[in-house]
T-cell receptor, first 116, second 113 residues
Framework: GAVVSQHPSWVICKSGTSVKIECRSL??????MFWYRQFPKQSLMLMAT?????????EQGVEKDKFLINHASLTLSTLTVTSAHPEDSSFYIC????????????FGPGTRLTVL | AQSVTQLGSHVSVSEGALVLLRCNYS??????LFWYVQYPNQGLQLLLK??????LVKGINGFEAEFKKSETSFHLTKPSAHMSDAAEYFC???????????FGPGTRLSVLP
């Protein structure tokens, strides 16, 4: 149980274009989802917390107009990187909390974004 | 605010040897503690978690960790390393139910034949 998927697993795009990454909870309802960014050989850095039906809460230093997060349903959150630049190239990982009160986050497999 | 340190960014052990990955935390309130494993280009998989029920926590794949409040530590151990254990390991602390996760910098474990 508690499986989280991400799509796509990898994406290559040109500078200036927008890219959407989906995060789905497959077998549970996720009232809260998180988006992390991970640079090579580094730890995960929380970008934002999204709650179903409300605006995401962004961490300090994360541009909300560049990283658009939508959590329209209890099983889907999307991250859109707008006007992507090479410095946005990274590994993006989402995670989710179950509505059942579990204390751990369940992580997706990640999406590798490369901006040319 | 809580924080996590992991001593040793890279640990190498021989196959069959003891694995010890260190994690120290800082928290003003009783924490929840976690160990996650990450294989290359993959997400994080939960190895084990501390929820205050027992100080010695057993996880998957033969790993276990002991919570020591006096030392603010939560070190991860495995009696006998296997080649498949080679991965990146992250310790994390949380002070809410699933919220406010803070990850350590990670320790890369290499297992030598």
């Amino acid at each position: 149980g508690a499986v989280v998927s991400q799509h796509p697993s990898w994406v290559i795009c040109k500078s200036g274009t927008s890219v959407k990454i989906e995060c789905r909870s497959l077998d549970f309802q996720a009232t809260t989802m998180f988006w992390y960014r991970q640079f090579p050989k580094q730890s995960l850095m929380l970008m934002a917390t999204s709650n179903e039906g409300s605006k995401a809460t962004y961490e300090q230093g994360v541009e909300k107009d560049k990283f658009l997060i939508n959590h329209a349903s209890l099983t889907l959150s999307t991250l859109t990187v707008t006007s992507a630049h090479p410095e946005d190239s990274s590994f993006y990982i989402c995670s989710a909390l179950t509505s059942g009160g579990a204390i751990e986050q369940f992580f997706g497999p990640g999406t590798r974004l490369t901006v040319l | 605010a809580q924080s996590v340190t992991q001593l040793g960014s890279h640990v190498s052990v021989s196959e069959g040897a003891l694995v010890l990955l260190r994690c120290n935390y800082s928290s003003s309130v009783p924490p929840y503690l976690f160990w996650y494993v990450q294989y290359p280009n993959q997400g994080l998989q939960l190895l084990l978690k501390y929820t205050s029920a027992a100080t010695l926590v057993k996880g998957i794949n033969g790993f276990e960790a002991e919570f020591k409040k006096s030392e603010t530590s939560f070190h991860l151990t495995k009696p006998s390393a296997h080649m498949s254990d080679a991965a990146e390991y992250f310790c994390a602390v949380s002070v809410g139910r699933g919220q406010n996760f803070v990850f350590g910098p990670g320790t890369r474990l290499s297992v030598l034949p």
